[in-house]
Nanobody
Framework: QEQLVESGGGLVQPGMSLRLSCTAP????????MGWYRQAPGKERELVAA???????DYVGSVKGRFTIYRDNAKNTVYLQMDRLKHEDTAVYYC?????????WGQGTQVTVSS
């Protein structure tokens, strides 16, 4: 069973930046939109940002102007650049296709924003 592996999370102070990375098998990456999702404690998993196979990006309102999703098709990798992080961005972040495929969920990477 294929899973996607996320990396780049960590503990940062408010206002700081992190970049998350996720590499997918080429058979999945090349033909699908890709998304970053997050799940905070006690909350449902939500789609934060998505990028189509052609590079068009879209964001949930709470991260617009602070997060940037982009993909490197040569590396089968999708990134999430997170700037001006806030306490409320604290969550486990996952990548998956967009729309997601249930068999691809990985372990996620923890992002904690704390002063």
């Amino acid at each position: 069973q294929e899973q996607l592996v996320e990396s780049g999370g960590g503990l940062v102070q408010p206002g700081m930046s992190l970049r998350l990375s996720c590499t997918a098998p080429g058979t999945i990456f090349s033909t699908n939109g890709m998304g970053w999702y997050r799940q905070a404690p006690g909350k449902e998993r939500e789609l934060v940002a998505a990028v189509t196979s052609g590079g068009r990006a879209d964001y949930v309102g709470s991260v617009k102007g602070r997060f940037t999703i982009y993909r490197d098709n040569a590396k089968n990798t999708v990134y999430l650049q997170m700037d001006r992080l806030k306490h409320e961005d604290t969550a486990v972040y996952y990548c998956n296709t967009a729309p997601w495929l249930s068999n691809l969920w990985g372990q996620g990477t923890q992002v904690t924003v704390s002063s």
